[in-house]
């Protein structure tokens, strides 16, 4: 899965924050929120190359 196709599937759930009735989505949108994170480190710290991650702030 490349970066755009990853960053698609975690942005849905990255604003989800922990309510009463959907504790499982607010754990779920914290691993996004975390891997995201990890996703624009590996791009910051890396020399950009045509395999390099392109990531968004959303």
Not at 11 to 34: D, I, K, T
Not at 38 to 48: D, G, H, M, N, Q
């Amino acid at each position: 899965m490349d970066g755009k196709a990853l960053e698609a599937a975690l942005l849905p759930w990255a604003g989800f924050e922990a309510r009463p009735e959907q504790p499982s989505e607010a754990v779920v949108g914290a691993e996004a929120n975390m891997i995201l994170e990890i996703l624009r480190f590996a791009e910051a710290s890396t020399p950009a190359s045509p395999r390099s991650i392109a990531i968004s702030k959303p």
